[in-house]
């Protein structure tokens, strides 16, 4: 007998995306007067930021793996739902790709993660050696 869904619908689906994204933004530290503290270039300092990603989503979701996330993308019902979301991990890994601090650890999700992000294009083989030419 097939385990029943945990999300019913969509919109209960988006419900506990959209508490997940929060989460992920932390929040503003605040002096005891109540008013942002902030860092040495005068931005405000978030406590409790993460970075969003596929896996932190399927368990903040209640899911055991990556895996029974992208199995509801499978359902025509949660398609959108899950592609929306996960293409909101996929635009903050490009986002870091401009950040020098960012940049390896984004190149290496973006790559294993989601489609279309290769180090070589399709096709392009391995070099099998050093073909040298005596050209003299």
């Known amino acids: 007998m097939a385990r029943p869904l945990k999300y019913k619908t969509a919109e209960e689906l988006q ?9 992920c933004e932390g929040e503003l530290l ?3 007067d109540g008013n942002p503290v902030l860092n040495k270039w005068g ?3 978030m406590v409790g930021q993460k970075p969003p990603t596929v896996t932190g989503l399927a368990l903040a979701l209640g899911f055991t793996s990556r895996q029974a996330l992208l199995n509801y993308q499978g359902r025509k019902a949660f398609v959108d739902t899950v592609m929306r979301a996960k293409s909101r991990c996929e635009a903050y890994a490009e986002e870091r790709l401009y ?4 940049a390896m650890g984004a190149k290496f999700s973006l790559i294993n993660n989601f489609k279309g992000w290769r ?18």
């Open 15 to 23: 419900k506990a995306i959209d508490a997940y994204f929060l989460a």
């Open 30 to 32: 605040r002096d005891d």
């Open 43 to 45: 931005a405000p300092v």
């Open 99 to 102: 950040d020098r601090d960012g």
């Open 119 to 136: 180090d070589k294009p399709e096709g392009q083989q391995e070099d099998e050696g050093v073909q040298i030419i005596d050209d003299v």
